[in-house]
């Protein structure tokens, strides 16, 4: 089974709550990460998980929180969300290393009002 | 940092001529070239890639071609049938070794019967 599955597929939040995305594979990949795509632009990677350890990168670092309570799931937390918040995001996992494929979910589309 | 740039936002071609995307990056470091397609409605998922070692690789329809030189990467599908159509994403490494991608902003391509 080479699924990633991310919960939910939709979301609506208003301006400065929270949002919490869920994503799972089960493929037993050690490293699992989320994007950011907004139409018509390229994905944005945000963060990447390797094993247990978080990697942010430097311009969402702030934004952007996320735990993997194991190593099939992975969460993205977004403390106070904001209108340029509203985007799609995008879990994808693969095995360690540079140049692994990287197996993509569905995607969970935030609308932030 | 690597930039990678997708020159054509959209494509069109009948079905059986061939299909040409074009990406230009700025890192001489980066060393992988994956590919990236997404049918409406579906995840992204891998089609094809290359390494900086080699300057083309074939899959079935699919020819990459990578010019280091002039650090430019393309795809092409020959004889191309309808279900090609979908958006297409080149992405480069960040730098050598690195296990983040950085995409294009996506090609949809849309083959006519």
């Known amino acids: 089974d080479t699924t990633v599955k991310q919960n939910p597929r939709y979301k609506l939040a208003r301006v400065g709550k929270p949002v919490n995305l869920i994503c799972s594979q089960t493929m037993n990949h050690d490293t699992m990460y989320w994007y950011q795509k907004k139409p018509n632009q390229a994905p944005k990677l945000l963060l990447f998980?390797?094993?247990?350890?978080?990697?942010r990168e430097a311009d969402t670092f702030e934004k952007f929180q996320s735990s993997r309570p194991n190593n099939s799931f992975c969460s993205l937390y977004i403390g106070s969300a904001g209108l340029e918040y509203s985007a799609m995001y995008l879990c994808?996992?693969?095995?360690?290393?540079?140049?692994?494929?990287?197996?993509f979910g569905p995607g969970t589309r935030l609308t932030v009002l | 940092g690597e930039k990678v740039e997708q020159h054509e936002s959209t494509l069109s071609v009948r079905e059986g001529d061939s299909a040409v995307i074009n990406c230009t990056y700025t890192d001489t470091a980066s060393s992988y070239f994956p590919w990236y397609k997404q049918e409406a409605g579906k995840s992204l998922h891998f089609v094809i890639d290359?390494?900086?070692?080699?300057d083309r690789k074939q899959s079935q329809r699919l020819i990459v071609l990578l010019d280091k030189k002039a650090k430019r990467f393309s795809l092409h599908i020959t004889a191309t049938q309808p279900e090609d159509s979908a958006i297409y994403f080149c992405?480069?490494?960040?730098?050598?070794?690195?296990?983040?991608?950085?995409f294009g902003s996506g090609t949809q391509l849309t083959v006519m019967p």
């Open positions: 992405a480069a490494d960040a730098s050598s070794g690195s296990w983040q991608l950085i």
């Open positions: 998980y390797y094993d247990k350890i978080l990697n």
């Open positions: 290359i390494r900086s070692n080699v």
């Open positions: 994808a996992s693969s095995r360690s290393g540079a140049g692994a494929e990287q197996f």
